[in-house]
C-alpha cells in the first residue's frame, strides 16, 4: 500500500534516517581528520628527526663552526622515493652552512628547542617545513637555525588512501543502519495496520468495543481505549434514543388515536350538541397534540448537539418573565390559579437565546399551574447575584426521591394529575444546561414546590 506524505511510518523514518546520516557524515569527517592529523605528526616527527640528525653533525672544535656530513650520508639524507628533501643551516652570522636550496625565513622568532612546523613554498614545490634553533657549538649564547622541508605527495597519497577506506565504510554503515531502522520501523508499526483492518471491518450496528486491548502496544492502547468509551457512549445515546421515540410514540399515539375517534363520532353525530361536544373534544385532542409536538421540537432543539446553532445575545430577564407571565393568565385564571410576579421589572442582563428561555419559563409555570393545588397560588420570581429565576406553588410538592426522575424525558410522579406528557421539566433542564445553569428543585415554605434555575452555575 501506498503510503501518504502524512504517514507514521515516513515521518518516522525521515526522523531516523535524516539525524542518522548527518551522525554518519559527522564520523567520517571526525575520523578523517583524526588520520589525517595523525598522518601528518607522524610525517612532521620525521622532519623533525632529520632536523636533529643534522644538528648532531654541527661541529665547533676548531674554534669554527662546520658541518660534518660525508657525502654518502648526505645522498641517504636526501633520498626518497616519492618526494623531494630539502636542507637547510643557517650561522649565526646569518650564512647559509649548508643546503640544497634557498628556504623563506620561519614565520616568527624561534625559541631554543621549540620546533617550528610551516607551509612554505620552496624551488616552486609547496612543502611543508620544520625550522629547529639549536646553540652553536662555538658560541652557546648564539643560534643555529636548521630547517628540513619535504614536498607533500606521501602526505595526498595518504588522504586518498583514508579517503578511499572511509566513504565506502560509511556509505556501508549508513545502508546497514538505514536497513536496521526501516525494518525496525515498518515491523512494528504493523501491529497498527492489523488494528486499521480490524476497525476497517467493524460493523457499525454492533456497537461492540474494540477487544484486545491488552495486547496491543502501549501507545496505541489509549486510543483503543478511547475508541471503546466513545462507544459506550454511543450505545448509551443509542438507547436514550430509543427510549426516547419509544416514550414519543407512545405519547402521540393517545391524542391521535383519541383525535381519530372524536373526529369518526363528530361525522356521524346528527345531534347538533352532541357533534359539538365531539368537536371540542376533536379541539383538545389537537391543543394537546400542538403542545407535544411543541415540547417535542423544544428538547430536541436544546439538545447538547444543537448548542452550536444557538444565537445568543444579551437578554433583559425580569422584562422576559414578565413578558412571559401575562400569557399564562388566563390558563391560570380558568384554573381558578392566583398566578403573581416577584422581581423587578427590568435591568436584569444574562446571556441567552430569548426563545428557549421563554420556553423554559413557560414549562415552569405550565407544571405549577398543572400539577399545583386547585384554587392555590404560583409565583414566578426573578433574584440577582447570581441571576436566577424561580417558581413557587403551594401543591403537593415532589418527593426528594422524585426529584431527579422527574426531569428524566415522559417521566410523570405516580398518582399525579394534570394531564401533562412527563417533558416540562425535562425541556427546562436541557434549556438551563445550554445556558450555562443549573436546575434545582426544592421545598417551598410552608408548603409546595419551588423549582429555581441559578445562571452560571452549572
Same mark, same amino acid.
Given at each position: ?25 559527522f ?22 628527526d632529520s ?47 649548508f ?11 624561534l ?12 624551488a ?21 637555525t ?22 565506502p ?6 545502508v546497514?543502519a ?33 477487544? $484486545? ?6 501507545? %496505541?492502547?489509549p ?6 468509551? =466513545? !462507544? *459506550?457512549? #454511543? /450505545?448509551?445515546?443509542r438507547?436514550?434514543?430509543?427510549r426516547?421515540v ?22 356521524r ?62 390558563v ?9 410576579? $416577584? ?6 442582563? %444574562? ?8 420556553? =423554559? !419559563? *413557560?414549562? #415552569? /409555570? ?7 393545588r ?21 401543591g ?14 415522559f ?24 445556558h ?16 429555581e ?6
Open positions: 500500500m501506498k503510503r501518504s506524505r502524512n504517514s507514521l511510518q515516513r515521518r518516522l523514518l525521515s526522523r531516523l534516517w535524516i539525524p542518522l546520516a548527518g551522525v554518519v557524515l564520523g567520517a569527517l571526525l575520523s578523517f581528520g583524526l588520520a589525517y592529523y595523525f598522518g601528518n605528526v607522524v610525517h612532521d616527527r620525521w622532519l623533525l632536523a636533529l640528525t643534522l644538528a648532531t653533525q654541527l661541529k665547533g672544535d676548531t674554534g669554527r663552526l662546520r658541518l660534518d656530513l660525508p657525502r654518502p650520508a648526505l645522498e641517504m639524507f636526501e633520498w626518497d622515493s616519492v618526494d623531494t628533501i630539502y636542507e637547510e643551516v643557517i650561522s649565526p652570522g646569518g650564512q647559509r652552512l643546503g640544497n636550496v634557498d628556504f623563506p625565513a620561519p614565520p616568527a622568532a625559541e631554543v628547542g621549540a620546533p617550528r612546523y610551516y607551509d612554505g613554498l620552496v616552486g614545490n609547496e612543502v611543508r617545513v620544520v625550522a629547529v634553533a639549536i646553540p652553536s657549538p662555538v658560541d652557546t649564547t648564539r643560534r643555529v636548521i630547517q628540513v622541508a619535504e614536498t607533500k605527495k606521501k602526505r595526498q597519497a595518504l588522504t586518498r588512501e583514508i579517503m578511499l577506506v572511509l566513504v565504510l560509511q556509505v556501508a554503515i549508513l546497514g538505514g536497513a536496521c531502522i526501516w525494518f525496525a520501523v515498518k515491523s512494528s508499526l504493523s501491529g497498527l495496520d492489523a488494528i486499521a483492518a480490524r476497525l476497517g471491518d467493524y460493523e457499525a450496528d454492533s456497537l461492540r468495543p474494540l477487544c $484486545d486491548v491488552d495486547r496491543a502496544p502501549s501507545e %496505541v492502547k486510543l483503543m481505549l478511547a475508541i471503546n468509551q =466513545l !462507544i *459506550g457512549r #454511543l /450505545v448509551e445515546a438507547g436514550t434514543q430509543q426516547f419509544a416514550n414519543a410514540a407512545h405519547q402521540l399515539r393517545t391524542p391521535l388515536a383519541a383525535l381519530q375517534v372524536q373526529t369518526e363520532r363528530a361525522l353525530e346528527k345531534n347538533p350538541e352532541r357533534q359539538s361536544e365531539a368537536l371540542s373534544h376533536v379541539l383538545r385532542a389537537v391543543t394537546r397534540l400542538r403542545r407535544l409536538t411543541q415540547q417535542l421540537l423544544t428538547l430536541t432543539r436544546s439538545d447538547a448537539s444543537a448548542a452550536g446553532t444557538l444565537v445568543m445575545a444579551d437578554i433583559d430577564l425580569a422584562e422576559l418573565a414578565r413578558h412571559e407571565l401575562e400569557r399564562w393568565a388566563d391560570a385564571i380558568a384554573r381558578n390559579i392566583d398566578l403573581g410576579y $416577584d422581581g423587578p421589572d427590568s435591568g436584569m442582563k %444574562v446571556r441567552g437565546e430569548e426563545q428557549l428561555l421563554c420556553e =423554559l !419559563i *413557560g414549562n #415552569l /409555570v405550565d407544571n405549577a399551574i398543572r400539577y399545583g386547585p384554587g392555590g397560588e404560583v409565583t414566578l420570581g426573578v433574584r440577582t447575584n447570581p441571576p436566577t429565576i424561580f417558581v413557587e406553588d403551594d403537593p410538592g415532589i418527593a426528594l426521591g422524585e426529584r431527579a426522575r422527574v426531569q428524566d424525558p417521566y410523570r410522579t405516580p398518582g399525579s394529575n394534570g394531564g401533562g406528557s412527563g417533558l416540562g421539566l425535562a425541556i427546562a433542564r436541557e434549556i438551563a444546561a445550554r450555562g445553569a443549573r436546575l434545582d428543585i426544592g421545598d417551598h415554605v410552608p408548603r409546595g414546590t419551588r423549582i434555575v441559578v445562571f452560571g452555575a452549572a
